[in-house]
């Protein structure tokens, strides 16, 4: 079983940046995407950015040119670098893994707020 675990949210101007980090723990044979998803109250779950098993890299339009996803193998961290913050872009962020076409795995979400 996989698990895991979403940490670097926080409070930033916008024009500002962070990093988001998920830590995975567990048997991750045939896990072939990670990926980062956002929410806000009352919407659905926003598909933001995601990477597959051979690094290749997809973004929303809404965050492509701002936003980075990468992958440490030897650590098992995925990261989503986050810049030229928006206040549109505060939501609860969430890290994903999917062993199929869909995440099948989620962690506990980092709320990331960004001021005008």
């Known amino acids: 079983q996989v698990q895991l675990v979403e940490s670097g949210g926080g409070l930033v101007q916008a024009g500002g940046s962070l990093r988001l980090s998920c830590a995975a723990s567990?048997?991750?044979?045939?896990?072939?995407?990670w990926s980062w998803y956002r929410q806000t109250p009352g919407k659905q779950r926003e598909w933001v950015a995601d990477?597959?098993?051979?690094?290749?890299?997809n973004y929303a339009d809404s965050v492509k040119g701002r936003f980075t996803i990468s992958r440490d193998n030897a650590k098992n961290v995925v990261y989503l670098q986050m810049d030229s913050l928006k206040p549109e872009d505060t939501a609860a962020y969430y890290c994903?893994?999917?062993?199929?076409?869909?995440?099948?795995?989620w962690g506990q979400g980092t709320q990331v707020t960004v001021s005008s």
């Open positions: 994903a893994a999917a062993r199929g076409t869909t995440p099948s795995i």
């Open positions: 990477i597959t098993s051979i690094g290749r890299t």
């Open positions: 567990g048997r991750m044979f045939s896990i072939n995407a």
